[in-house]
């Protein structure tokens, strides 16, 4: 039975007592073993987490002023909602993906983090709204003769994981990881579950017990 009694507190407690590797261990468990993203998308901040629900965008190169610049980013980060990520792939990574202004529309509607597969700019205005932002690195070149977004609320892929709108995502100074919306609810409870086992293993070992004989007792390594 879940411990939370809407989806606020569930995603506060994600950021409070979960870490990816323990997530990770459950998804891998449970047979969901491509549900990381590439190791170089990482926060702006070793200290930021994000949990929340994705919004998908699907971006795209060009190569010169188009007629509609940006294609469909406004309308994809207008209609943010709260508790969701924007997160966004495609494209051959030419420029930055995300900035000060793309953030200050994000947080202002509630949204609560982004991850782009690609680069930010912008660095310290970002990082002065204390608004969780994970990508691959920064990098200043602009967006708007070099990609666009083309759809929005769509499947995408990044890296090896397959990401549905509306899939959960949860992200730390590890790396970030999704977990499909159908099994969320379980995820997140099982790995409640092995974080306070973990600790308790932690304590056994520090207070004198061997590795194996941990593991042989609880399972948990």
């Not at 190569?63 to 990520?85: R, S």
């Not at 994970?134 to 967006?143: E, H, I, L, T």
């Amino acid at each position: 039975m879940a411990v939370w009694k809407n989806e606020d507190e569930m995603f506060a407690l994600m950021r409070e007592r979960l870490y990816t590797p323990v997530v990770g261990d459950i998804l891998d468990q449970m047979g969901y073993v491509h549900q990381f993203l590439p190791q170089e998308i990482r926060p702006m901040r070793d200290d930021m987490k994000l949990a929340g629900k994705a919004m998908t965008v699907l971006m795209t190169d060009v190569y010169e002023a188009q007629e509609k610049p940006f294609g469909y980013l406004t309308e994809a980060l207008d209609q943010l909602e709260k508790n969701e990520i924007y997160i966004a792939a495609g494209g051959t990574r030419r420029c930055a993906y995300w900035g000060e202004l793309l953030t200050a529309t994000a947080r202002v509607r509630g949204a609560v983090g982004a991850v782009v597969n690609g680069w930010h700019r912008d660095t310290p205005q970002i990082l002065e709204q204390n608004w969780p932002v994970f990508s691959c690195g920064c990098y200043a070149q602009d967006s708007s003769v070099r990609t666009q977004v083309v759809q929005y609320r769509c499947t995408i892929e990044v890296g090896q994981a397959t990401i549905r709108n509306g899939d959960v995502l949860f992200g730390d100074v590890d790396g970030v990881l999704c977990i499909p919306a159908g099994i969320s609810e379980k995820v997140i409870m099982l790995s409640l579950e092995k974080a306070a086992g973990e600790k308790t293993v932690r304590k056994a070992i520090e207070d004198g017990m061997s590795a194996t004989a941990a593991f042989a007792k609880y399972g948990i390594l």
